[in-house]
């Protein structure tokens, strides 16, 4: 069936490295996908996103990947901090379903000091 | 400007107790959801509205009754609680433009005993 995931629901990273969250999806018809991180006790908050006809778009220090061809997503942070410990979670908007966002599991991303 | 604010934070219900979650937005956004999310899984939509006075079920609407009387609060009532329904909830808005992000508010931990 159709469905949104992650590759890995655990990464760890030393502080300073560069971390790389992947993502796979089904549905060719998603047309917009969007990089979520939520700290422990608090709600989603939108990192990055990205529209369909693009590839790549960076923002402060996260950059975002869509592959089309294999139907996969990446969130790229540079020299990751302590700070960014979180889960992140991609989502997919498929037309089909009203516009509505569907969300993958999770990676738990956590930096080593 | 507070963005989404949800109340209660925290609450513990006995089965078969009633409770009513309010969701304010003060982002004049027109569409509003309700999502559930539970150790080890992604958020699950629960219902959604695209505007005032409408409502639509998501993928877990079992269990759960909304309301949207008022374009800033959508409501969502559990008539008959179940420990089934111990979750975080989140509660999430957005602009009816395509291709927005939702911003969601900090989440009610409720736990059914």
């Known amino acids: 069936g159709e469905s949104v995931g992650l590759h890995l629901p655990t990464l760890s990273v030393q502080e300073g490295d560069n971390s790389i969250i992947n993502c796979a999806y089904s549905?060719?018809?998603?047309?917009?996908f969007i990089w979520y991180k939520q700290e422990s006790g608090k709600g989603p908050q939108f990192i990055i996103d990205?529209?369909?006809?693009?590839d790549k778009r960076q923002g402060q220090r996260v950059t975002v990947l869509l592959n089309k061809t294999v139907k996969h997503l990446s969130l790229q942070i540079a020299a990751t901090q302590p700070g960014d410990s979180a889960v992140y979670f991609c989502?997919?908007?498929?037309?089909?379903?009203?516009?509505?966002?569907?969300f993958g599991e999770g990676t738990q991303l956590t930096v080593n000091p | 400007n507070a963005g989404v604010t949800q109340t209660p934070k925290f609450r513990v219900l006995k089965t078969g107790q009633s409770m009513t979650l309010l969701c304010a937005q003060d982002?004049?956004?027109?569409?509003m959801y309700w999502y559930r999310q539970d150790p080890g899984m992604g958020l699950r939509l629960i219902h959604y509205?695209?505007?005032?006075?409408?409502?639509a079920k998501g993928e877990v609407p079992d269990g759960y009754n909304v309301s949207r009387l008022k374009k800033q609060n959508f409501l969502l009532g559990l008539e008959s609680a179940a420990p089934s329904q111990t979750s975080v909830y989140f509660c999430?808005?957005?602009?009816?433009?395509?291709?927005?992000?939702?911003?969601f508010g900090s989440g009610t931990r409720l736990t059914v005993v």
């Open positions: 999430a808005s957005r602009r009816a433009a395509a291709n927005y992000g939702y911003t």
């Open positions: 549905n060719s018809a998603s047309d917009y």
């Open positions: 990205i529209r369909s006809n693009m």
């Open positions: 989502a997919e908007k498929r037309e089909t379903s009203g516009s509505r966002l569907t």
């Open positions: 982002m004049n956004h027109e569409y």
């Open positions: 509205s695209v505007g005032e006075g409408t409502t």
